[in-house]
């Protein structure tokens, strides 16, 4: 009891510290510096229409080449420990009920199909390769729930998300030797609102919506295979 | 201001059940509170009154009625880290759970300080 009413007090002292720290900064009210000239130049210098895409991928693009790598990292973590090959322990299942297996069926190819058309228009709509590819992990959650027997094939998911992280790899090169810099602009701005436009923005977001599609899927079925290896519960 | 009241209500609920509660899996879910409440902070301190998300359509074409977009770019980072450090600590759960067959951080002996 002692103990609750100290962390109690820890708990209001850091939220304290917190809210003494944001009354430095105003709610509300404009406070843009950097951000002014991403809202100025996104449009002449790389032709995207979302402009917090462009400063994810275009203005700062090697950030989040260094985030589809955690994102690589944990789905390895993930792997390396719960990954076990040994298939002869007791499996118990919650069987799925009429109504999500036949709605899983109708409803899983439209996931996908959603799924790839936010990764395709993340320069001109609020979307992305992340955004788009965790969609695309949820279908196959779905079909783990339904289909008690699911196990996708794990090779093909590999090669796909080998080639999503190459993708990137491979434009960021083109960049260092066809231009100045890592990641630069080697494609045509094209016209605004068009799906061809915003440069090296929707090949990247293609590669990613892939990659973080099939690692989330393969760590629901690393948790999946846990449940079923182990007999759950 | 309303969105910075809720986000430190989040934090506080989330170093509540992070510090507190000793089930592992309401460990984690207070750690992702945590980590949204800071995500909402920071989007909150970007928005600024009466305009509109950094988003260029066919009607909205001036840059000067936009929000800062730097904040939500980083908090798209953050995002997503935030969901790969959720899967690990996942496995890190499952993993205990087989190795000592309860989730209850007292009862896991080799933990108890």
Known sequence: MIRKIIYGIFILIIVSAIAMFLRGTPF???????GKYYLEETI????AA??????TLFYRGFDTLGEVTVLFTA???VAVLLFIEDKKRKMTYVKANFVTKIGTRIVFPFILLTGAYIFMHGHLTPGGGFQGGALI???????YLAYEETSIDRKKFYLVEGLGGLTYVIVGLLGYFMRDSFLANVLPNGTLFDLLSGGIILPIYIGVGLKVGSELANI???LFCEVKCTGGE | MIFYIT?????GIGLYALIIKSNLIKKIIGLDLIETGINLLIVSIGYIDGKEAPIFTFNVRNAASMVDPVPQALTLTSIVIGASELALAAAFVVLLYRKYGTLNVKKIRSLKW
């Open chain 1, 28 to 34: 509300g009210v404009d406070k843009m510096d950097v």
């Open chain 1, 44 to 47: 002449p210098q790389t032709g």
């Open chain 1, 50 to 55: 979302n402009v917090v895409t462009s400063v």
């Open chain 1, 75 to 77: 789905a390895l973590g």
């Open chain 1, 137 to 143: 992990a949820t279908g196959f959650l779905l079909l």
């Open chain 1, 220 to 222: 629901v079925d690393d």
């Open chain 2, 7 to 11: 986000a430190l209500i989040i934090i």
